[in-house]
């Protein structure tokens, strides 16, 4: 749903809509106020020269309600928006979009904490998973899970790149007192085409053990098992 809103009739050209509250010389709405707009929606909070402006709480028809900070009519600063379907973003907003760091609550159980950018998981952030208790630590762009992370289970660890949301390449599982390095590749598999020729199917990823280690430092960079074997054999030494 639109988390945006109604701007349509608030100001005092249409005689539609009721406003109490405070206005300054011109007659704009100014100061604390309370607004029933034509659509049903109510904002009770501050104006500035008849616009939305500083502490303000937005209850939509639907259910859904916005309490946070506004600037220019738009939610600017930080701000807690509940949605209809049981789900809570609360964090930092530039000029109605999910902006910054911020916690976004889903009706599953499942949580997103990091940065935000344009309304999507954009930088480094935390997804945690209600059903599995499992969660992805790492890099996001664009709402997927890019670069660097790692995924955290109960009783081990992945950590290496991602690529459009799944592992992919050089990685390790870390355990409980060594770890198994090896990497993800595409599965041989037929897979259906389109119309065009371009691949419609999903790729399915195989994990691809190479070696089991004593338990290292991850830097974000992969090091070949052979490199592990001779810095294991010059430390002997």
């Known amino acids: 749903m639109s988390d945006v809103g109604s701007?349509?009739?608030?100001?005092?050209r249409g005689k539609l809509g009721e406003y109490d509250g405070g206005?300054?010389?011109?007659?704009?709405?100014?100061?604390?106020?309370?607004?029933?707009?034509?659509?049903?929606?109510?904002?009770?909070g501050g104006y500035e020269s008849g616009r939305r402006h500083g502490q303000g709480t937005y209850c939509f028809k639907n259910g859904a309600r916005y309490v946070g900070d506004y600037y220019?009519?738009?939610?600017?600063?930080?701000?807690?928006?509940?949605?209809?379907?049981?789900?809570?973003?609360?964090?930092l907003w530039v000029e109605d979009l999910r902006q910054g760091h911020g916690l976004y609550t889903y009706p599953n159980?499942?949580?997103?904490?990091?940065?935000?950018?344009?309304h999507m998981r954009h930088g480094q952030g935390i997804y945690n998973y209600q059903?599995?208790?499992?969660?992805?630590?790492?890099?996001?762009?664009?709402?997927?899970?890019?670069?660097?992370?790692?995924?955290?289970?109960?009783n081990n660890r992945y950590m290496?790149?991602?690529?459009?949301?799944?592992?992919?390449?050089?990685?390790?599982?870390?355990?409980?007192?060594?770890e198994q390095h090896g990497e993800y590749r595409p599965a041989e598999q037929d897979r259906a085409e389109g119309e065009w020729g371009e691949s419609v199917s999903p790729a399915i990823l195989k994990w691809i053990p190479k070696c089991v280690t004593d338990l290292t430092l991850w830097t974000g960079t992969h090091t070949s098992c052979a490199e592990k074997d001779r810095a294991s054999a010059e430390a002997e030494n």
């Open 109 to 118: 159980g499942d949580a997103y904490e990091g940065e935000w950018l344009h």
């Open 72 to 91: 220019q009519n738009m939610k600017h600063g930080h701000g807690t928006f509940y949605y209809p379907d049981g789900s809570k973003y609360e964090g």
């Open 23 to 44: 206005r300054n010389g011109a007659g704009e709405r100014h100061g604390a106020g309370r607004a029933v707009l034509p659509n049903g929606d109510v904002y009770q």
């Open 131 to 154: 059903e599995t208790v499992s969660k992805y630590k790492g890099s996001w762009v664009n709402g997927k899970m890019e670069s660097a992370g790692e995924y955290i289970h109960s």
């Open 160 to 178: 290496g790149n991602f690529v459009n949301n799944n592992p992919s390449g050089p990685g390790k599982y870390v355990f409980d007192g060594c």
């Open 7 to 12: 701007d349509e009739f608030d100001d005092e």
